[in-house]
């Protein structure tokens, strides 16, 4: 057990719909990270949150948007959902500089039919 | 950061040590090693970094050449629950940014 919880589990949407995948980092952690798992394209980093504020964006795209709350916790929220959306994303989460590991949770998987 | 090539796959009987190369020729002075591994489809897990010295923990050990152009995961001691994608990362520095995965090596342990 990592630490890092996500929510829901399983979600299974229609095309065109919009969800909000949930993240809680461990206790104390300030970053979050958010990463897609597609079959064809692999592991893919999606954006980086420190403290509430954005510090990196990677292959995100503008349908998909997030933030972090002054809790810490992060939502990704996923909008005009397409069939090529459905895979497994992964929050992680690390703490103050210097920090080597990232933690990751147990995933959300989202199937768009 | 710099680009890793591993090979796709590899077997290991259990109980014995499993290798795992990965090439990083164009990496630079101020990135490190980084391995992860993905055991079915949870979450990566972190196994071990190094700069340019060997590293050793509880679940594995690191060399890196000296050149510091590749670098060989070593788990001493393979058990079926070592089976997973494993993945060599070069990043920049101690400050945890972005993880660039690759297509990692799928270790296949068997008895």
């Known amino acids: 057990d990592s630490g890092v919880t996500q929510t829901p589990k399983h979600l299974i949407t229609a095309t065109g719909q919009r969800v909000t995948l949930r993240c809680s980092p461990r206790s104390g952690d300030l970053s979050v990270y958010w990463y897609q798992q597609s079959l064809d394209q692999g592991l893919q980093f999606l954006i980086h949150?420190?403290?509430?504020?954005?510090?990196a964006k990677g292959n995100i795209l503008e349908r998909f948007s997030a933030q972090q709350f002054p809790d810490l916790h992060s939502e990704l929220n996923l909008s005009s959902l397409e069939l090529g959306d459905s895979a497994l994303y992964f929050c992680?989460?690390?703490?103050?500089?210097?920090?080597?590991?990232?933690?990751f949770g147990p995933g959300t998987r989202l199937t768009v039919t | 950061d710099a680009k890793t090539t591993q090979p796709t796959s590899m077997d290991c009987a259990e109980g014995r040590a499993a290798n795992l190369p990965c090439n990083h020729s164009t990496i630079s002075g101020n990135e490190y090693v980084y391995w992860y591994r993905q055991i079915h489809s949870q979450g990566p897990q972190y196994i071990i970094h190094g700069l340019k010295n060997n590293e050793t923990n509880e679940m594995a050990s690191l060399i890196i050449t000296e050149d510091r152009k590749s670098s060989t995961l070593i788990l001493p001691h393979a058990t079926l629950r070592d089976t997973a994608v494993y993945y060599c990362i070069a990043k920049i520095g101690t400050n945890t940014g972005k993880l660039i995965f690759g297509q990692g090596t799928t270790l296949q342990v068997k008895p």
């Open positions: 992680a989460s690390s703490g103050r500089d210097p920090s080597y590991e990232q933690y």
């Open positions: 949150y420190y403290n509430g504020e954005e510090r």
